[in-house]
């Protein structure tokens, strides 16, 4: 918000200047606070997963619903602009999911997952995944009621994504740096993506992981069972 270039605009006397961007952050904060009493009373533990498309958000929760079933109840809120694709594949593991398509929206606000809430109904402390649009630069900005962020980067990304999207590297509290089986067939630099992302975000946690071979899936359950508590 503070990066953000001033709008040069005439007013005529008796009108009044109105930044919209705050009047909807401000709305969609008051949302999120009653989903965060919401999720509180129910000691629901909601986690919101960022990322540009196609790094691979529903890999990871299909791989994470499968190997820790039986150890929580979970159920999955999707973010798309169109399509139940993404809540179909959840499905098919057995976990309940509910779809919200934004249309031309690029991002999820805290009045869609109140409503999602509502309609999915999860059970007490139970674990609920947003799986927000892909997209590094406006779910930053909307918080969604969750008690954290987490973010997604493939490796066939690129390792500048911090330095280019670095609102989003900042509000993460941990940082998966997924398909890194593709490691020898892309030019990656985990060391270097990890260490911009903490100069944006000292202390920020990261793990090298790939949801598609499992290969670092044990440190991201053991992340998860340590934030359980926070809320259940």
Not at 52 to 76: A, N
Not at 182 to 201: E, G, H, K, T
Request: with cysteine; hydrophobic share 45%.
């Amino acid at each position: 918000m503070g990066d953000r270039p001033p709008i040069a605009a005439s007013l005529a006397p008796g009108d009044r200047h109105v930044d919209l961007d705050v009047a909807v952050l401000a709305g969609n904060d008051r949302d999120a606070q009653r989903n965060r009493a919401w999720l509180a009373a129910h000691r629901v533990l909601a986690l919101n997963l960022l990322s540009s498309p196609g790094s691979g958000k529903t890999t990871l929760l299909e791989r994470t619903l499968r190997d820790l079933r039986g150890e929580f109840s979970m159920g999955v809120i999707e973010g798309d602009q169109e399509t139940t694709l993404d809540a179909d594949r959840i499905r098919a593991t057995g976990c309940a999911a509910l779809q919200i398509n934004t249309g031309t929206g690029c991002h999820l606000e805290a009045r869609m997952i109140g409503a999602a809430l509502q309609q999915l109904a999860p059970p007490d402390r139970s674990i609920v995944m947003i799986e927000n649009v892909g997209n590094l630069v406006c779910p930053a900005l909307f918080d969604l009621g969750e008690h954290a962020k987490v973010l997604l980067i493939a490796v066939t990304e690129g390792d500048d994504k911090p330095l280019k999207y670095p609102h989003m590297f900042r509000a993460a509290n941990l940082v998966l740096v997924n398909k890194v089986d593709l490691l020898p067939y892309v030019a990656f630099d985990v060391a270097r993506c990890i260490a911009n992302a903490r100069r944006l975000n000292p202390g920020v946690e990261a793990i090298e992981m790939s949801a598609a071979t499992g290969a670092g899936m044990d440190q991201w359950y053991g992340w998860l069972r340590r934030a359980v508590p926070s809320a259940t």
